[in-house]
Every structure is written in structure tokens, then in C-alpha cells.
């Protein structure tokens, strides 16, 4: 059974300060993606990588896929209350498995 | 609007009582998906569908059945239900998984509780 390892599961920081999430797995993938999820609702895309080594941005979010496309990495500069939410990574295997594999989530809140 | 719709958005019933969650996108995507979601356990893909008449089992389709003869409709059958299917489930729908970029849309979830 192919795994998307997620790290921190929980994390509580202070607003101004940075993070980075983790998603690592002994799999290739062909794509990953790094998703929202607010309370209540289904998760909502942030961002796709798909090449190795990959560096996206989206304002204060850094979203890199790893050389060997096994793992990813999300950072956050100055943490805002409104990042606060569950972090879902997922990993599409390709090469003729169409199954996505999702991480456990992390759950961030940022204290004002 | 682009969307993903499921029903019902709650659901309690008894065990062993047949039921349908239905799914219905309107962006004529080729891909379905069903999830379910529980507390430490993440995200998990129930089966999916890469386009009509074409389904697959995801990680976790023990108790589940689906079907996709309309390429908007990818239903989730419980044909008997018990306790631990109790969860919150997710359709979701993308052009393709396969391609090198591809972004998935989610319904707005359907928690189920099985008693």
C-alpha cells in the first residue's frame, strides 16, 4: 500500500511566524497536490507540482516537490489567522495508476 | 457554476438498511471519485471512475458498490451498512488524473451515521 507521510499532524503558532509541512513517501508520483480543507466543506485545490524539484508560489505560500518526486514540502512566511485550516497533500501515482493517495492532514492554527 | 453536488448532506440510518449517496458534476469531467474521510485517518478513495461504465476500487471499497452510466452521475452504494461506515464522505471530479496537471473539485461532503 503506496502512503503519503504527513508531519506535523498538529501544529499552533503564533501569528507572524513561519512553518513548513511535510509530505513524504517512498513512492514516485507523478503529480502532487496540496490542498485546504475548512470545516465543513470538501478540500479546495491550492496547488499542483509536477515536475521534480518544482517551486511554486502563491503569496506567502511555497509550495517545492522533491528532486526524486517522493516528497513535498509547504512553507509559510508570516502566518496569518486566516491560514488557519487542515493541510492535505496528494499524490497521484500515474504510470497507468490512476488511484490518489492522500496524506492524514495537518492541522494548523494560528494564534493572533 | 461549475460544481459538484451530492445528496443528502446528512444521512442516519440503521444498520444493514440499503441506501445511495448520489454524486453529480456539471464540468463533463472524465474522472469521479469517492472518499471518506475519518478523524486520524485522512482521506481515503472508496473506488473511482475514469469515465462511463469504467470503475476501479480505491483503497478502502469493502461495503461499497458504485456504477457511472452517465458521465455527470457517479452514485455510492451501501448495500448493507453497518456501524463502521459511519464517516464523512466526499465526491470529487477532475478532467483527468493522469495528466501532468489536473485539479480535483469536491462536493460539499455527506456525513453518514450508521446506528
Known amino acids: 500500500t503506496q502512503l503519503l507521510e504527513q508531519s506535523p499532524q498538529f501544529l499552533s503558532i503564533q501569528e507572524g511566524e513561519n512553518l513548513t509541512v511535510y509530505c513524504n513517501s517512498s513512492s514516485v508520483f507523478s503529480s502532487l497536490q496540496w490542498y485546504r480543507q475548512e470545516p465543513g466543506e470538501g478540500p479546495v485545490l491550492l496547488v499542483t507540482?509536477?515536475?521534480?524539484?518544482e517551486v511554486k508560489k502563491l503569496k506567502r505560500l511555497t509550495f517545492q516537490f522533491g528532486d526524486a518526486r517522493k516528497d513535498s514540502s509547504l512553507h509559510i512566511t508570516a502566518a496569518q489567522p486566516g491560514d488557519t485550516g487542515l493541510y492535505l497533500c496528494a499524490g497521484a501515482l500515474g504510470e497507468g495508476d490512476d488511484k490518489i493517495i492522500f496524506g492524514k492532514g495537518t492541522r494548523l492554527h494560528i494564534l493572533p | 457554476e461549475a460544481q459538484v453536488t451530492q445528496n443528502p448532506r446528512y444521512l442516519i440510518t440503521v444498520t444493514g438498511k440499503k441506501l445511495t449517496v448520489t454524486c453529480s458534476q456539471n464540468m463533463n469531467h472524465e474522472y469521479m471519485s469517492w472518499y471518506r474521510q475519518d478523524p486520524g485517518l485522512g482521506l481515503r478513495q472508496i473506488y473511482y471512475s475514469m469515465n462511463v461504465e469504467v470503475t476501479d476500487k480505491g483503497d478502502v471499497p469493502e461495503g461499497y458498490k458504485v456504477s457511472r452510466k452517465e458521465k455527470r452521475n457517479f452514485p455510492l452504494i451501501l448495500e448493507s451498512p453497518s456501524p463502521n461506515q459511519t464517516s464523512l464522505y466526499f465526491c470529487?471530479?477532475?478532467?483527468?488524473?493522469?495528466?501532468?496537471?489536473?485539479?480535483?473539485?469536491f462536493g460539499p461532503g455527506t456525513r453518514l451515521t450508521v446506528t
Open positions: 470529487a471530479s477532475s478532467p483527468s488524473p493522469v495528466s501532468s496537471y489536473y485539479e480535483q473539485y
Open positions: 507540482v509536477v515536475t521534480g524539484g
